[in-house]
């Protein structure tokens, strides 16, 4: 399991993103599947935990093909592993 968090424009692009192309990016490097969770104090971010291992979440943050889905998705920044 993996904890990350980030910010984004806005959270409906996100979801739309983060459910197709992200997804099928995610598959791609092992994860398991993923639950979202929107910050009470910060509208703007987003949690996510994951059913994915350190190595398939350190080769999806550094797959070129990453980027361009992360900007379709609206992040203001790139996403941080956090501590459960």
Known sequence: ML?????VEDFDRFMKVFSTAGAEMRKKHGS???FVFRD???TDRVW???DWDAEGWKNFVS???VPPIMKAA???EKPQAARL
């Open 32 to 34: 398991k599947g993923a």
């Open 48 to 50: 996510v935990i994951f």
């Open 74 to 76: 609206g992040h203001k």
């Open 63 to 65: 797959d070129p093909a």
């Open 40 to 42: 009470p104090s910060e």
């Open 3 to 7: 904890l990350a968090t980030t910010t």
